[in-house]
């Protein structure tokens, strides 16, 4: 007895902390911008956008790199290997561009984020600032949620660009695949509306919200515990991992499953 | 001095970004405008476009002169219309080449038998309707013919401007009359499985329909030649 009445606490605890955050995210979207409001958000752009470049550059490098490797030993069995940079570019730009950065991004910066809203929880901050009449859904999780819905994106195309100039750089340069068919394949299979903007663009975009989302409930709502903020942040990479997967998916099946 | 510091930083941040979206904006999918410079449409109908997809390229002797627009079905003839832009630059003649193109287009009109027997005021409206109606030609006359050819054996497919050896020229936004469609592997190859035979294969798909009785007229006799 007692088993089901845990499992259906359970059950109810997650569907009010989806209700919870839902309610949390409403709130902050929509709200007026306070004055001070942009040079917080600067700050935090900083903090999310810039300081997840490196990471961000370097993997991208690496993994145009693998592609170029890869496609091009199984692209020349076939003496195929004009559509190297076909394979590279729309492979980067639908799928792995939004969903690598957006899981460097989860485990970068999410977890970061959520460290530092839970511990501002844990040392009673958050309380004090309610205490004396300051909002801090206005004063610290908003300009942190709206820094990571701007910078993903931005680190997005980035990656993309990056990943891209790696195949090249190994595809072209170190195997010998012909140069002037890499760029001319791209060019002529790449749309820039329906490759660029809704494979990378929109994409990011929506895995932006759900990783930062997730990570700043996940900081704000936590056990105000040393224990309470490491199962927290395990949390959000966990959990943001799994949305940006599973909505990776449907926004695939959406926008290139048709024709 | 710490706000500044990360203004900077986000500043290089959205440089960055700035940077790689033109990268990929223009290099990679080559949305260049349309880098036809004084660019004009022209149109062709086709049988068959199989394969050919809007931005492929437009070719003359291999020079990239255009790329395609779009590619429409006309309900009444039920053939694919295709629009594509043309680069005005590489297809119209310099002021010294329509010159001469002139000269040699009033020449011709000179030796035509309705030219020697008009009086000579119809003579002078002759001429100068002729260099009127040569203001805004193209350098594809009128004899080039058009067709869908394929990269390779097997690449991408692509429109080639072969040109002809007329002196009338066409005009920007008319259409190219002659056309040749795709050229389907398969068709030839059941044409040479049935007996069509080399010339027919060399004639192309364009007369798939009416080689196709044929072929088997030919198969009975070719059969009765047999016995």
Redesign the interface.
Known sequence: MNTIAWLGRLVIERIRGIGAAAHMLLQIIFSFPTKGGF?RF??Q???V??MS?LIITVSGLFIGAVLGLQMYSILVTFGAESMLGTAI?LTL?RELASVVAALLFAGRAGSALTAEIGSMKQSEQLASMEMIGVDPLKQIVSPRLWAGIV?LP?LT??F???G?IGGKMVGVDFLGADEGSF?SG???T???GH??FNG?IIKSIVFALICTWVAVYQGYACDPTPEGIATAMTRTVVYSSLCVLGFDFVLTAVMFGGI | MK?RS??L??G???I??G???F???M?????VGTNLSDSYTMKAQFDNVNGLKP???VTMSGVTIGRVDSITLDPVTRLATVTFGLDGKLTSFNPEQLKEVQKNALEELRYSSDYTQASPEQQKAMEQQLTSNMTSITSIDEDAYIMVATNGLLG?KYLKVVPGGGVNYLKRGDTISNTQGTMDLEDLISKFITGGGAGKVAAGSSSAEASAPASTNKDSAEASFVE
Do not use: P
């Open positions: 040079g600067g700050y752009m900083h903090r956008g810039v470049l570019s730009l910078s931005m195309v980035i993309a660009a990056i891209i760029w791209m060019q002529n790449v749309r820039f490759d660029i990378t | 706000s990360s203004e930083a986000v290089i941040f959205v960055i970004f940077i790689a979206l990268f990929l904006a290099k990679v999918s080559g949305l931005r492929a390229k991408e």
